[in-house]
T-cell receptor
Framework: AQSVAQPEDQVNVAEGNPLTVKCTYS??????LFWYVQYPNRGLQFLLK??????LVKGSYGFEAEFNKSQTSFHLKKPSALVSDSALYFC????????????FGSGTRLQVQP | DAMVIQNPRYQVTQFGKPVTLSCSQT?????MYWYQQKSSQAPKLLFH???????NEADTPDNFQSRRPNTSFCFLDIRSPGLGDAAMYLC?????????????FGSGTQLSVL
C-alpha cells in the first residue's frame, strides 16, 4: 500500500518570503516522489521528481524539494515566493514494487499575498 | 501549445443519461490515463491504457468504461451517471509505463449531473 499526506489545506505567504509546502508519504520499498502544480482552470503540471541520488531536487519555476528518508517527507520549497505561484500543489508517490499508478495527496492551496 | 486536449471543458448531463468525455494527445505517448478528481480531494486513477492494453483499477465502478481507438484518442464513457459521479475528470499521458515517468495532464472536463 502507498499513501501521501499533505497536512495543510492552505498555506499563506507574503511575496518575497520563503515558502514550504509539506508532504509525507508511506510506501513499501523505495519511493519515487513527485510534485505537480494545478493553476486555475488548467490541468496538473509536473514540477519535479525524486528517484534516487541527491536529496535536494531542483525543478521548474525555482521550486525545489528535499527528500528526507528518516522522516518520510518530501517538502516543496522556494526561497522567494511570487504572487504567480498561487495555485494548488499536489504531492504524489509511487513505490518500486510493481504498482504502476501514482498516488496523489489531497493537495495544498498556496496563496501568495502581494 | 496544448499537448493533451480534453473536450468539452464543462459537461452537464442528467441522472442516468450516458455521457462520453474525450481526450486527445499530440505527444504520441504510449500510455493514457483517466483520473477522477472531486472537490478538495486527490485525483483518483480510474484506469489506463498502455497502447491497446486496458488496465482497470480494482475499485473503479463498472459504470465507468473507456475506449482507445488509436494512439491519439481516448474516451471515458459513464453508462449511467449518478449524482456522486459529478467531478473533474482528468486525462493524462506518459511516454511509457514505469516508476520514473512523469505525467502530462489535460485541463480536465468538469462534469455536472442534474
Amino acid at each position: 500500500a502507498q499513501s501521501v499526506a499533505q497536512p495543510e489545506d492552505q498555506v499563506n505567504v507574503a511575496e518575497g518570503n520563503p515558502l514550504t509546502v509539506k508532504c509525507t508519504y508511506s510506501v513499501s520499498g523505495n519511493p519515487y516522489l513527485f510534485w505537480y502544480v494545478q493553476y486555475p482552470n488548467r490541468g496538473l503540471q509536473f514540477l519535479l521528481k525524486y528517484i534516487t541520488g541527491d536529496n535536494l531536487v531542483k525543478g521548474s519555476y525555482g521550486f525545489e524539494a528535499e527528500f528526507n528518508k528518516s522522516q518520510t517527507s518530501f517538502h516543496l520549497k522556494k526561497p522567494s515566493a511570487l504572487v504567480s505561484d498561487s495555485a494548488l500543489y499536489f504531492c504524489a508517490v509511487r513505490d518500486d514494487t510493481g504498482r504502476r499508478a501514482l498516488t496523489f495527496g489531497s493537495g495544498t492551496r498556496l496563496q501568495v499575498q502581494p | 501549445d496544448a499537448m493533451v486536449i480534453q473536450n468539452p471543458r464543462y459537461q452537464v448531463t442528467q441522472f442516468g443519461k450516458p455521457v462520453t468525455l474525450s481526450c486527445s494527445q499530440t505527444l504520441n505517448h504510449n500510455v493514457m490515463y483517466w483520473y477522477q478528481q472531486k472537490s478538495s480531494q486527490a485525483p483518483k486513477l480510474l484506469f489506463h491504457y498502455y497502447d491497446k492494453d486496458f488496465n482497470n483499477e480494482a475499485d473503479t465502478p463498472d459504470n465507468f468504461q473507456s475506449r482507445r481507438p488509436n494512439t491519439s484518442f481516448c474516451f471515458l464513457d459513464i453508462r449511467s451517471p449518478g449524482l456522486g459521479d459529478a467531478a473533474m475528470y482528468l486525462c493524462a499521458t506518459s511516454r511509457d509505463l514505469g516508476d520514473r515517468e512523469k505525467l502530462f495532464f489535460g485541463s480536465g472536463t468538469q462534469l455536472s449531473v442534474l
